[in-house]
């Protein structure tokens, strides 16, 4: 009937996405759920959009399926699936997050009906997914400790898998608090859970992330090393929101070694990723490097343009920058004082900050 031929069909997207072909699953998901319209009951193709919303979040690109999920969780609250209302519950509250909501209340609702049903590892998902928000929402101490129990419980389930996918994410939120030590220790972690087994995430992403902490850490020729290594990588898979991420850390390492030009490419690329997937700290981060390109061009004007757009769609984005990022402006900021009057700064930052993407990357244009 349809609805075993939609479940194997799902499955079939699903080994899509393990193997690391992100971009071809989504695709392929998309098309179940418009041709199951009209042949499959309302539950089967919620069940459908949990995969999708999965896949999304992960990209982190959930903005266009909230609307989905929201539907999604209608259906399955006046079902007896005890299993997939949590975890519906769980990519709601992640989508959300991205959106700059506070969350935790959703996450804490849905670890309750994890633990319900004994089901450690939704447990353990949803407990991580709950510390990441704590800390975007600036509960940084409490953040951290329960994305580390989060962390240890899938590694008491044996999911080394899931654990490195968590490790490689317990170091970024680190070397976001400076911990570059700790970082390193949580990332090679990651890398160590699964050394031996056909993994295509992990790996790339860990990398990605040690890129990350080198640039922080003002290790600028390793940090691009590793960046020039995955972006290719993560740009097969389709991970769009790590291709943007390495795009604009590997422009900063150049700018670092002065190869300004370069540098304000990938930064542009990045900036137009995140803008694609709605994503507005993304956005702002770009909007720093592109203020931090500015000032090595010595443009003062457009430097001050792009910090203000940066405060604005930080604003949206809510949560706090990271320690490097903080460091980042107040230097930027330092260097406009020594170019621009008071008056002056406060012009262009109001004007930068009704600018939205398209037009910062025009005015990026010719860095």
């Known amino acids: 009937d349809f609805e075993t031929a939609l479940s194997i069909a799902s499955a079939m997207g699903w080994f899509w996405w393990m193997q690391g072909h992100w971009r071809e699953a989504m695709q392929w998901f998309e098309r179940l759920y418009e041709a199951s319209a009209g042949h499959a009951s309302e539950t089967a193709r919620a069940l459908l959009v949990t995969r999708v919303a999965c896949i999304e979040v992960m990209r982190a690109k959930p903005a266009g399926v909230r609307p989905m999920i929201e539907r999604a969780l209608s259906v399955l609250g006046e079902t007896d699936d005890s299993w997939e209302l949590p975890w519906a519950m769980t990519l709601s509250a992640d989508a959300a997050t991205y959106a700059g909501e506070d969350t935790a209340s959703m996450f804490e609702q849905s670890c309750e009906l994890f633990s319900a049903i004994g089901d450690e590892w939704g447990m353990a998902y949803t407990t991580f997914s709950l510390g990441t928000a704590?800390?975007?929402m600036g509960e940084r101490e409490r953040?951290?400790?329960?994305?580390?129990?989060a962390l240890v419980a899938l590694e008491v389930t044996g999911d080394s898998w899931c654990a490195g996918w968590f490790s490689f994410g317990t170091g970024h939120l680190m070397a976001n608090q400076g911990r570059f030590e700790d970082a390193r220790f949580w990332i090679n972690h990651s890398l160590d859970l699964v050394d031996g087994i056909n993994d295509v995430w992990i790996t790339p992403h860990a990398h990605c992330r040690l890129g990350v902490v080198a640039v922080m850490s003002e290790e600028p020729e390793e940090a691009v090393d590793r960046l020039?290594?995955?972006?290719?990588?993560l740009q097969q898979m389709g991970d769009e929101n790590c291709?943007?991420?390495?795009s604009n850390y590997l422009g900063e390492a150049l700018v670092h070694l002065g190869e300004t030009k370069r540098a304000a490419t990938l930064i542009r690329a990045g900036l137009a990723g995140y803008d694609e997937l709605q994503n507005p700290g993304g956005i702002a981060l770009s909007m720093r490097r592109l203020a931090e390109v500015a000032m090595e061009s010595e443009d003062a004007e457009r430097a001050?343009?792009?910090l203000g757009a940066s405060?604005?769609?930080?604003?949206?984005a809510g949560g706090r920058i990271s320690q490097h990022d903080e460091q980042l402006v107040a230097r930027i900021e330092t260097l406009l004082k020594s170019r621009l009057t008071a008056g002056e700064i406060a012009e262009f930052v109001a004007r930068g900050s009704r600018m939205d993407p398209a037009q910062a990357l025009e005015l990026a244009a010719t860095l």
């Open 143 to 149: 953040g951290e400790k329960v994305a580390r129990e």
């Open 243 to 246: 291709t943007a991420m390495s």
């Open 228 to 233: 020039e290594r995955v972006l290719p990588e």
């Open 311 to 316: 405060g604005t769609y930080m604003d949206r």
């Open 134 to 136: 704590l800390i975007q």
């Open 304 to 306: 001050a343009a792009f």
